[in-house]
Nanobody
Framework: QVQLVESGGGLVQAGGSLRLSCAAS????????MGWFRQAPGKEREFVAA????????YYAESVKGRFTISRDNTKNTLYLQMNSLKPEDTAVYYC????????????????WGQGTQVTVSS
């Protein structure tokens, strides 16, 4: 099992930036992919971005492509999400997840989840 702890959320104005971090511990070597999902109030959780933990290949949701960048530091077992040009519609709880599929992943492809971190973008 992998333990995941997110940090870096907060309140930011539209057009601003935030960087989320996700520290992984436990059986990290057994996971092929890590990703970020988000859940806005009253909506279902949706995919944001994923990365192949071994070679670094990435995949993004269309809604964040060109604004968000997912990256990882294998030496620190840490996942990042750099979010630029934030919009009010990016407001959500952001979750880090570890699993088996980084390309066109589904929520079911991820077996380990963090507790989430709130991101609020004001207009």
């Amino acid at each position: 099992q992998v333990q995941l702890v997110e940090s870096g959320g907060g309140l930011v104005q539209a057009g601003g930036s935030l960087r989320l971090s996700c520290a992984a511990s436990g059986r990290t070597f057994s996971n092929y992919a890590m990703g970020w999902f988000r859940q806005a109030p009253g909506k279902e959780r949706e995919f944001v971005a994923a990365v192949n933990w071994i070679v670094g290949s990435t995949y993004y949701a269309e809604s964040v492509k060109g604004r968000f960048t997912i990256s990882r530091d294998n030496t620190k077992n840490t996942l990042y999400l750099q979010m630029n040009s934030l919009k009010p519609e990016d407001t959500a709880v952001y979750y880090c997840a570890a699993g088996a599929q980084w390309y066109r992943p589904r929520e079911a492809d991820f077996g380990s989840w963090g507790q989430g971190t709130q991101v609020t973008v004001s207009s």
